[in-house]
T-cell receptor, first 110, second 115 residues
Framework: NAGVTQTPKFQVLKTGQSMTLQCAQDMNHNSMYWYRQDPGMGLRLIYY???????DKGEVPNGYNVSRLNKREFSLRLESAAPSQTSVYFC?????????FGQGTRLTVV | AQSVSQHNHHVILSEAASLELGCNYSYGGTVNLFWYVQYPGQHLQLLLK??????LVKGIKGFEAEFIKSKFSFNLRKPSVQWSDTAEYFC?????????????FGTGTRLLVSP
């Protein structure tokens, strides 16, 4: 049982480059989330998805897009990376009693 | 929309000292409350959770939290901390918002326990 799997674990991008962070869960959860974690700011919600085919903006959606193509997978895309997007990104899926997190992606934009 | 406040950003304690980390939330409806811990270099792990019933909740590693509805608080406690408790602690609220449960985190408290 893998839980929530995120790829890649580390990434360095140049300003203006694009990339997609992948997330997959094998727990048959409806709800999935993308957060970014920055020092002193906790986890801030970027986007979330209540179910397959639906997505909604969180607190800090600017500069990101998401896709929930099926129940298992929820990807986060940076179309044109900026240094302000340097952060650690976490994907999560939830059932009512608990959230399960991926290992995180440490992204640096130079 | 719900929000979560953690007032202590950094806490430094000696081993065997008692710990209390504050957490307040704002939301008028029914909430589920959580404390997560993040050890250095790792992802978040669930410490404990409150859904209903006894407002004093016991979690792993000797942690407990008390839900005080009138104060909108869910403070984390441990009677005697260990060096291995050095980590960042996050309070989180899971509330129904426009029919969908949304998990919102506080800004975290970084705990350093000195041996």
């Amino acid at each position: 049982n893998a839980g929530v799997t995120q790829t890649p674990k580390f990434q360095v991008l140049k300003t203006g480059q694009s990339m997609t962070l992948q997330c997959a869960q094998d727990m048959n959860h409806n709800s999935m989330y993308w957060y970014r974690q920055d020092p002193g700011m906790g986890l801030r919600l970027i986007y979330y998805s209540a179910s397959e085919g639906t997505t909604d903006k969180g607190e800090v959606p600017n500069g990101y897009n998401v896709s929930r193509l099926n129940k298992r997978e929820f990807s986060l895309r940076l179309e044109s990376a900026a240094p302000s997007q340097t952060s650690v990104y976490f994907c999560a899926s939830t059932r009512p009693s608990e959230a399960f997190f991926g290992q995180g992606t440490r992204l640096t934009v130079v | 929309a719900q929000s979560v406040s953690q007032h202590n950003h950094h806490v430094i304690l000696s081993e065997a000292a008692s710990l209390e980390l504050g957490c307040n939330y704002s939301y008028g409806g029914t909430v589920n409350l959580f404390w997560y811990v993040q050890y250095p270099g790792q992802h978040l792990q669930l410490l404990l959770k409150y859904f209903s019933g006894d407002p004093l909740v016991k979690g792993i590693k000797g942690f407990e939290a008390e839900f005080i509805k009138s104060k909108f608080s869910f403070n984390l406690r441990k009677p005697s901390v260990q060096w291995s408790d050095t980590a960042e602690y996050f309070c989180a609220v899971n509330a129904w918002d426009t029919g969908f449960q949304k998990l919102v985190f506080g800004t975290g408290t970084r705990l350093l326990v000195s041996p």
